[in-house]
């Protein structure tokens, strides 16, 4: 199947927009609704970026019905190259068979699939150009061993209201150690912050409005306020987490995904990221708890944890430590926080 008849499949040749279900993490499920020729844009944009032409191959390893992965499509039918699409169960080892058996040079995955194709101590074919990695923040730890591996991966940021990515790092930082951020603008985007340091976004891309529980909502305005905090210098911005990742702990203002981020540190590799969450629970004393959650913990989850709790200061520390069998997760493998806190206070925790 090539681009064309995969994109008519999801309604592209009628010619009407295109509604999206959200992808992220919290808040309540709501689908955004993009154009056409906001997707085209989006999808011209990215390939220009990255250096696809007509001999180029998208790969297509992210589900049609999230922009992640329609925006894949896009780019191929854009830039009149190749297509492939893995078929079947996420699996690492078969999807780098597939990669080589195709000689795919350009795809798109979230920070998950870099993380499996890790621990199963993958290289990577050498067709590969570029691999995009959004849907969340690859750490550069991960990054860096992604690259040693021969994954040529890229940062990017981006979101469903955008038609895929905002800012993506330069290929030609591919020669250098990865940093996960700044990351340069594409040239179709205006950003600023907000008096409050949340992203402003303004651009033909934009999403046309959403759509909640039925009811078509145009979007109002040039500039789309975000709930994202970030850093813009010029024509780069920095992403530094949601808003809703801030919590009042004891008095004090915690940074939740920053604490995740220190305990992994702390770590030194002993707990595997994207097994390891932070999660706050309201606290009648505290104001909120955190709570240390791990996925199929390993014999090192007790030591890391208590070494962290030595070292943290008490806004910082944890209420307890939670072991779960699974992660409630997306289609594009992102942690459901809401999910997890429900299950968390299900279990009385704190």
């Known amino acids: 199947m090539n681009a064309d008849d995969i994109l008519k499949t999801a309604f592209w040749s009628d010619g009407d927009p295109i509604p999206f279900q959200t992808s992220g993490s919290t808040g309540a499920a709501k689908q955004i609704v993009l154009t056409k020729e906001a997707l085209l844009l989006s999808a011209h944009a990215v390939n220009d970026w990255l250096r696809v032409g007509a001999a180029s191959i998208w790969g297509l390893a992210l589900p049609l019905h999230h922009v992640g992965g329609f925006g894949v499509a896009a780019r191929a039918y854009a830039a009149g190259c190749g297509l492939s699409v893995y078929e079947g169960k996420w699996n690492p080892a078969r999807f780098a068979e597939w990669i080589a058996d195709i000689g795919v040079t350009h795809v798109s995955l979230v920070p998950t699939q870099i993380h499996d194709l890790l621990a199963a101590g993958l290289h990577a074919p050498p067709s590969l150009v570029a691999v995009v990695v959004g849907g969340g923040k690859l750490s550069e730890e991960s990054g860096q061993a992604a690259r040693d591996n021969g994954w040529p991966v890229l940062a990017s940021y981006g979101m469903t209201e955008a038609a895929s990515q905002i800012a993506t790092q330069n290929i030609e930082l591919l020669e250098s150690p990865y940093a996960a951020s700044p990351l340069e603008l594409l040239p179709i985007w205006e950003a600023e912050e907000s008096p409050g340091g949340l992203l402003r976004i303004k651009g033909e891309a934009l999403f046309a409005g959403n759509i909640e529980q039925g009811i078509f909502h145009p979007r109002e305005g040039a500039w789309f306020a975000t709930r994202d905090r970030v850093t813009v210098s010029g024509n780069t911005l920095s992403p530094r987490g949601r808003v809703d990742s801030l919590v009042k702990v004891m008095g004090e203002l915690v940074d939740v995904e920053a604490v995740e981020k220190r305990f992994l540190e702390l770590a030194h590799g002993t707990v595997r990221e994207g097994t390891f969450a932070v999660i706050a629970i309201p606290d009648p004393r505290r104001e909120n708890a955190l709570i240390a959650v791990f996925e199929n913990p390993n014999p090192a ?29 997306t289609a594009l493998g992102k942690l459901c926080r809401d999910e997890l806190r429900q299950i968390c206070m299900a279990r009385g925790l704190g």
Do not use: M
């Open 301 to 329: 989850t007790e030591a890391a944890y208590a070494a962290y709790q030595s070292k943290a200061p008490g806004p910082e520390r944890f209420s307890c430590l939670f072991s779960t069998p699974y992660f409630p997760r």
